[in-house]
């Protein structure tokens, strides 16, 4: 049986019928753009980036949430697909590839970045792991910012700009489209674009999941040595997670490239891997709907508190005393602090018939 | 001859921060089983609680010689890391000791960037200048090797601290204490240690330990800064594990000879690899040897723990 986890997942009170809910999602997801270009462009553009955020969070999710496998710097996969990008379509090298060549090959060499990450760390477990995938991501970060001499590769710390945006089938993402009148603005249409990502990478996850490889995944998240002995090849379904989740990294990383038309070392920081993280915890390890949800609610984060924590500090103390990106760090900490204090298994637990009760998390 | 003397130097001095550092790291894992994550934060909070004394202090009393506001910086400093510390443990993973393994290290990461977040607030984003308490004017013992009193300083302060945690663990009644809760939590407590006492004592050692190595780095780069604990701390967490992680003398050597290693590699780098990488990849060496390490000898120079167990 193939069971609906956003069902599962809700407490019982909360929970429409199953034939009510996924309509009201799929209509929820295509309307969402156009009440936010209601209350204005900018808010568009925080959807934009939430879906390449969701991307991300179930690409993590998958190496952390489904096989158990802390990694601290996922974020450098999301780096090598949009250098991939950056590199194979601007005018920085002076090559200007399609995206359905530079797209897969960004995505390729994240897997690969992610076999070469997983290969030696198999041995590792837990907290090792975490510090070897962290040391990585530095590594990445200090090998982009240091690499404009003696040959100029990255361009350093002030990055690569003037990137080509998404072209499909001729259309240019980056203008507004002009269909017999109407203006549709270039972020309506890259908004699309990502959520049709999303929506393939949410089918395949959770195809993923249900097969014998998610189950295998879960197998040696709860117990490895349990896992091996039933036969599990655990070091290749280990390598698989790892290139997998590598994968969507990249896919995310070339889209992000691609909309913002600039990248630099700065948007990889380890800080950026720990707000992934974040999204994961706080919506609910393992659970692809609390991941999707809290990827939305941190990306929505910054923006909600730029709009409502600043008037509210400014009509109660007179001025601004903690800056929205204050806040939001402080948020985010104690997020991650007292989610594991108190609900460990996120907003929207997962809870599959292979989970043992007492171990969610594990 | 001369630049080999004074990277040995240099290394010497960073090599011993580290290891002061890794103490914590290691002290903790010994205990816990748990890499507090925090733990190079706590560097940053000493730095910077110890400069706000120094600052408040020097302009309240002019004219105070620097030895009098170094001391009061590390007597406030040293409290205030403890405090700190205590806490963390208490409110961050005291609760959470039988979860599973993810939690507490999640949680770990959650206090790293809480104090982060918190130093940003009180302190700001700005870099501070810390000021010269101890010498830094050169002196020339040989020709071609430069040695400031600081950098004495700073050696001679770090081995005290070293020698004085090992007779602390290995003669008086806390560190048999800490030894075997290290060994056995639960045998220990049938023994009638108190294992949650034992557990925050060690975090309070280890937090003081990491209030003074905030002060000496700071000395040293004559900087403080919010997120300045963040790459110390991962390079003493290297150190630790590089010397058996749950191993109080590996700690000490894995922090020398890290602090050697990255001395010398700034140093060669750019013959060893023809010009192509220079010395702005000095923090490459930590994490390279971290992942070697854990490939080749998992087990550390000085351990007999597997790190499979982790």
Not at chain 1, 165 to 170: Q, S
Not at chain 1, 244 to 258: E, I
Not at chain 2, 162 to 175: D, F, I, P, T, W
Not at chain 2, 211 to 222: D, K, P
């Amino acid at each position: 049986m193939t069971t609906n986890s956003t069902a599962l997942a809700l407490p019982a009170s909360f929970a429409l019928d199953r034939r009510v809910q996924r309509p009201l999602v799929i209509l929820l997801a295509l309307a969402a753009p156009l009440i936010a270009l209601a209350m204005g462009k900018s808010w568009v553009r925080v959807l934009d980036f939430a879906l390449l955020y969701v991307l991300l969070a179930i690409g993590l999710n998958l190496v952390v949430g489904f096989a158990g496998l802390l990694d601290l710097g996922y974020i450098a996969f999301y780096a090598v697909g949009a250098y991939t990008w950056a590199f194979l379509a601007s005018p920085h090298f002076g090559i200007h590839l399609p995206f359905w060549i530079v797209l897969p090959l960004g995505a390729a060499f994240a897997g690969l970045a992610g076999i070469a990450l997983g290969f030696p760390t198999l041995r590792l477990r837990g907290d090792y792991l975490a510090i070897v995938t962290l040391g990585f991501g530095e590594i990445i970060r200090i090998f982009m910012n240091n690499l404009n001499q003696p040959i100029n590769i990255t361009n350093g710390p002030q990055g690569i700009d003037s990137i080509d945006p998404l072209t499909i089938a001729g259309l240019d993402l980056s203008r507004d489209l002009d269909l017999f009148g109407f203006q549709i603005s270039s972020l309506l249409l890259y908004y699309y674009a990502f959520l049709a990502c999303v929506v393939f990478a949410l089918i395949l996850v959770r195809r993923l999941q249900i097969s014998r490889i998610g189950r295998a995944w879960a197998a040696i998240r709860d117990d490895e040595l349990a896992a091996k002995a039933i036969g599990i090849d655990t070091r290749m379904m280990k390598l698989l997670a790892f290139a997998l989740g590598a994968t969507f990294g990249g896919v995310s990383g070339g889209l992000f490239a691609a909309f913002q038309g600039f990248v630099s070392p700065e948007s990889f920081s380890l800080m950026e891997s720990i707000v992934v993280l974040t999204m994961i915890v706080l919506g609910g390890m393992g659970n692809l709907a609390g991941v999707v949800v809290g990827a939305i609610m941190l990306t929505a984060l910054p923006e909600v508190l730029r709009h409502f924590a600043v008037p509210m500090q400014m009509a109660l103390f007179g001025k601004t005393l903690l800056d929205p990106e204050v806040l939001r760090m402080l948020l985010l900490s104690l997020a991650m602090i007292v989610m594991m204090l108190v609900r460990p298994a996120g907003l929207l637990p997962a809870r599959t018939r292979y989970a043992h009760r007492d171990r969610r998390t594990a | 001859m001369e630049t080999f003397l004074q990277q040995t130097l240099n290394g010497l001095v960073s090599g011993s921060i580290y290891a002061l550092v890794a103490l914590g790291y290691t002290m903790v894992y010994g205990i816990l089983g748990l890499i507090n994550f925090a733990h190079g934060d706590l560097l940053m909070v000493g730095a910077l609680v110890a400069l706000q004394t120094v600052s408040l202090l020097s302009a309240a009393v002019p004219g105070l010689h620097p030895v009098i506001l170094l001391i009061a910086g590390v007597a406030t400093a040293v409290p205030v890391c403890m405090a700190v510390g205590y806490l963390i443990e208490r409110i961050g993973y005291r609760r959470l000791r039988n979860a599973p393994r993810l939690a507490p290290l999640i949680t770990a990461i959650g206090v790293s960037f809480l104090l982060q977040t918190l130093a940003m607030i009180i302190w700001g984003r700005e870099f501070h200048v810390f000021p010269q308490l101890v010498s830094t004017s050169p002196m020339e013992p040989m020709a071609g090797v430069v040695v400031s009193p600081l950098q004495i300083f700073t050696i001679v302060v770090a081995f005290a601290l070293m020698g004085g945690l090992m007779l602390l663990v290995n003669k008086s009644r806390l560190g048999r204490a800490m030894r075997a809760t290290a060994e056995n939590h639960r045998v220990a407590g049938l023994m009638g240690i108190n294992a949650n006492g034992v557990i925050a004592a060690t975090f309070i050692i280890g937090s003081g330990l990491a209030a003074l190595a905030g002060v000496l780095f700071a000395s040293n780069y004559a900087i403080a800064h919010y997120a300045m604990g963040f790459t110390p701390g991962l390079k003493a967490f290297t150190a630790a594990v590089l010397g058996g992680i749950g191993n109080l003398p590996g700690a000490m050597v894995g922090g020398l000879v890290l602090g050697l290693v990255e001395s010398f590699g700034a140093g060669y780098i750019e013959h060893l690899t023809f010009g192509f990488l220079n010395s702005s990849y000095q923090d490459i060496f930590a994490f390279v040897i971290l992942g070697a390490v854990l490939i080749f000898r998992p087990s550390g120079l000085l351990g007999e723990r597997v790190a499979d167990r982790a």
